[in-house]
């Protein structure tokens, strides 16, 4: 007998959700264990219902997907994200990798790319869409040609965690809270993240946090594409 892959899926818009359940439903290998509609919701499930593989969205509130994938990666290192989006530009790609994704699937590919890539990545291994591999192929060529780290980088994981924060309209004693660190780490952090970034004003870490894809504005979601309009219409 078969063990079947336990799977979460996170993603923000309901049709969404209800269009991969219905796909895997039919899978007799893999086995839906729970949704989440929003990144901090995203946490809480995969804590307590503990998936081997997160099929993760990037655009969601409360929390990015990409976020959410970083804070995943150190607390429960044992649990594989797959990132699941619309979304293939060079600022979310190299994201993805840096936050410890195993794999990036434009939502617009046929399902079988989808459990081929969640296979994959049960197995150990990764994928990625070959447009996002192309992405993430032409970035590191021309990083390697350059002398300087990208900015997002030069932070430390403490320092990511402080300016989601700071995005998020956190104040410095409601940071010190979430973290359990002191006010005062909180500001020698933020102090530093400013110099790192050479980013001096709360408005402008938020931009920089924005186009990093740690945080969002939420526009209007965008038409379903054909892997989840096929599901979710049945």
């Given amino acids: 007998m078969n063990i079947q892959i336990r799977l979460l899926i ?9 269009g991969l359940t219905m796909c895997f439903s039919q899978q007799p290998r893999f086995k839906i264990v ?27 509130p409360q929390m990015n997907g ?16 797959l990132i699941l989006s619309m979304y293939a530009n060079t600022d979310y790609v190299m994201r993805i990798i840096q936050c410890g994704a195993r794999g990036f699937v434009i939502k617009e590919a046929p399902t079988e790319e989808l459990i081929q890539a969640i296979d994959t990545v049960h197995a150990g291994g990764s994928h990625f869409s070959p447009d996002v591999a192309r992405v993430a192929l032409n970035h590191v060529v021309r990083s390697n040609n350059g002398d300087h780290a990208a900015p997002f980088m030069r932070l430390t994981p403490r320092e990511r965690e ?16 979430a973290l359990d660190i002191g006010v005062r780490t909180v500001e020698t952090h933020r102090e530093r993240i400013m110099c790192k970034l050479d980013i001096h004003t709360i408005a402008g870490l938020t ?6 894809g740690m945080v969002s504005l939420m526009p209007p979601g965008p038409p379903l594409p054909p892997l989840i309009q096929m599901h979710a219409a049945a």
């Avoid at 729970?34 to 969205?57: F, S, W, Y």
């Fill in 10 to 18: 996170v993603d923000g818009h309901p049709i969404v959700r209800r």
């Fill in 162 to 177: 402080v300016l989601l924060h700071i995005a998020d309209g956190l104040s410095n004693k409601e940071i010190a809270c």
């Fill in 34 to 60: 729970g949704e989440a509609c929003d990144g901090r919701d995203a946490l809480n499930k995969t804590r307590e219902l503990k998936p081997e593989i997160v099929l993760m969205d990037i655009d969601m």
């Fill in 66 to 81: 990409l976020a959410v994938t970083d804070l995943l990666r150190r607390e429960m290192p044992e649990v594989k994200v």
């Fill in 207 to 212: 931009r920089f946090a924005i186009s990093q």
